[in-house]
């Protein structure tokens, strides 16, 4: 993980109309000693004034309020004085397009609101709300402070939920696959890689970290844009030329060999890298059962989930890379699998899909 220098912390304003929602975050927010909840306001008119005297680090929004939804107050702010927003919502299936447009107006992250719930599901919301702020403090929004030097902590491994690749030569599949990590910043990198892609392109694969109930919607956006087929992906989903299989969220998706093609399989399990799905659990059964016949690209995101998967593919024959930096709205992922040495290319957004193409032959 990524985290600010000894003593400076996250300061954290939060917006939200419902009070309970307002104090539980606050306790969530406040358990991180990398974080600091600066103040709570209740509408965007109360946020407003609040920013006036102090400016936070990290805006926490809900969408639905009174006075004036979340959305415009957003889209005001990000014209007027631009900050790092992670959407906070209940995310229903009816909310969901409006937290994609959130992303497109500029919001760094969307994230379930907490909710009453198992231990479990209260240890991994507090989990990915945090790392959500913290993505957020590092985030490209436009002119602002001196962003924090992020370092990785430790946290579960792919081993967690898939056995490391064996040093023995495996049967892999004959077609190549296209496989793609991001998180922060993610959905609009994803966007512009798929566009380029022809329809007959080989097989896609994609984990983005995304809330339930979001790569639904997120895919049926994609797929009204692309060339290429795009879904949300289904336990046992082939993988086809001109087909893109987004992982949905909070599960992790695999790959497994069918004869000559490839699979899906979408379960449960724990939090790897601090996430579900985990792009380290994408890669590594990529290099695992195609190989040579892989090529794993990773985005923008926070952290460094698939930096060793992407090792693991590169080490399996398949070819990798990484975005440059000066396109990542956080060079965190990319910037750790450079550092490991998984990626044999580095490339701006746009040239991406180009290169993937050129390596599928």
């Given amino acids: 993980m990524e985290s600010k220098p000894a003593g400076k912390k996250i300061r954290v304003l939060i917006v939200d109309d419902s009070a309970s929602v307002r104090v539980t975050l606050s306790e969530i927010l406040s358990s991180d000693p990398e974080i600091e909840v600066m103040a709570t306001a209740a509408d965007p008119y109360a946020a407003a004034a609040r920013i006036q005297e102090e400016v936070p680090d990290v805006i926490t929004l809900d969408i639905e309020m009174p006075r004036m939804d979340g959305l415009s107050f957003l889209r005001k702010l990000m014209a007027q004085r631009p900050l790092p927003v992670v959407m906070c919502s209940s995310m229903v299936e009816e909310g969901s397009q409006a937290l994609l447009d959130a992303l497109e107006a500029g919001a760094v992250e969307a994230i379930l609101k907490p909710k009453l719930a198992s ?123 001109g087909r893109v299989l987004i992982a949905p969220g909070n599960f992790h998706m695999m790959l497994h060999r069918v004869g000559s093609r490839y699979r899906v399989e979408v379960r449960e399990g724990p939090l790897v890298s601090r996430h579900r799905p985990s792009v380290d659990v994408l890669f590594r059964s990529a290099a695992r059962v195609a190989g040579p016949n892989a090529i794993g690209v990773l985005l923008t995101g926070m952290g460094d989930d698939g930096a060793q998967g992407l090792l693991e593919m590169k080490q399996a024959g398949g070819a990798t890379m990484a975005e440059d930096e000066s396109t990542c709205i956080v060079f965190g992922m990319p910037r750790e699998a450079i550092r490991r040495g998984a990626a044999q290319g ?16």
């Fill in 119 to 241: 231990r479990q599901y209260l240890l991994d919301y507090r989990v990915r709300i945090c790392e959500a702020v913290k993505a957020a403090a590092v985030a490209k929004i436009g002119p602002r402070r001196a962003r924090p030097t992020l370092v990785a902590q430790p946290k579960l491994t792919a081993d967690a939920v898939l056995p490391p690749p064996t040093s023995q030569g495996v049967r892999v599949a004959t077609e190549k696959v296209i496989c793609i990590g991001a998180s922060t910043g993610g959905t609009e990198a994803v966007r512009v890689v798929l566009e380029r892609l022809p329809a007959d392109a080989p097989g896609v694969v994609v984990v983005q970290h995304m809330p339930e109930s979001f790569t639904a919607s997120f895919a049926k956006r994609l797929d009204g844009l692309c060339q290429v087929d795009v879904k949300e992906a289904e336990d046992g989903d082939m993988v086809l030329n």
């Fill in 346 to 361: 580095v490339f701006p957004l746009d040239r991406m899909a180009g290169e993937i193409l050129k390596r599928c032959g």
